[in-house]
């Protein structure tokens, strides 16, 4: 990463978790742009270089940085809906949904769970090029090669649309649930989400 990515990066994040930060002290219909500025040492108009509001900053979703993510060669490693969550969550960490402490932003959505709905709006928004990305992992998978070029778009479309539903639901889960014993909840939610492709999975072959 080069002086000028990092730097992006740090405004970046230091943006986002002035705006976490704030919200959970004041409320989210309290906390005011300005104030999200000032605390980050930004100026209003960089602010809105960054974000395009204070809910996406509360989320920190820098769409510039998510679709740079796009543009990065990814392995497929034959597991289709894995493979899809693993792009989703690497446009969370590029757009600065997952820099925060998990704690900070478990908080957050806890208490305002309907920003989860928004962050996911804004991964479906990328929705044509993430099924373009599945497609062709698909067009490398022999069980899938011989299709055409439609339907492996298609059926791409698919496996996003299932997997995006089970990464918000998986994320609702891991915002929300406390562990048996009162410790902190895991950091990574990708286990969360495993658990909801493994039912998922246990779900379909009871139906076949």
């Known amino acids: 990463m080069g002086l ?5 990066e740090q405004t970046s994040q230091a943006i986002h978790i002035a705006a976490a930060e704030l919200v959970l002290e004041h409320g989210l219909d309290a906390v005011t742009i300005d104030a999200i500025s000032e605390r980050a040492d930004v100026s209003t108009r960089t602010f809105f270089n960054y974000f395009p509001s204070k809910e996406d900053a509360v989320l920190g979703i820098d769409e510039v940085a998510a679709s ?3 543009d990065k060669p990814r392995d497929y490693a034959g597991d289709p809906f894995l493979a899809a969550f693993d792009l989703i969550h690497a446009l969370f960490e590029a757009s600065g949904a997952q820099r925060t402490k998990s704690e900070l932003k478990r ?3 806890r208490k305002y769970p309907h920003l989860m709905v928004r962050q996911m709006v804004r991964v479906a928004a990328l929705e044509d090029r993430l099924s373009e990305i599945v497609a062709r992992w698909l067009a490398s998978d022999e069980r899938f090669a011989a299709e055409t070029e439609a339907d ?3 059926e791409a479309r698919i496996i996003l649309g299932v997997c995006l539903a089970t990464v918000r639901m998986s994320m609702k889960k ?5 562990s048996q014993t ?3 909840l895991s950091a990574d939610p990708r286990t969360s989400y495993e658990r909801s492709i493994t039912t998922l999975r ?3 072959e009871k139906l076949k």
């Not at 000028?4 to 992006?8: H, T, V």
């Not at 891991?174 to 406390?178: E, K, M």
């Open 182 to 184: 009162g410790g902190p």
């Open 202 to 204: 246990t779900v379909l």
């Open 174 to 178: 891991w915002a929300s649930d406390t």
């Open 4 to 8: 000028r990515e990092r730097k992006r």
């Open 152 to 154: 492996r778009l298609e």
């Open 107 to 109: 908080d957050v959505l």
């Open 68 to 70: 740079a993510e796009l």
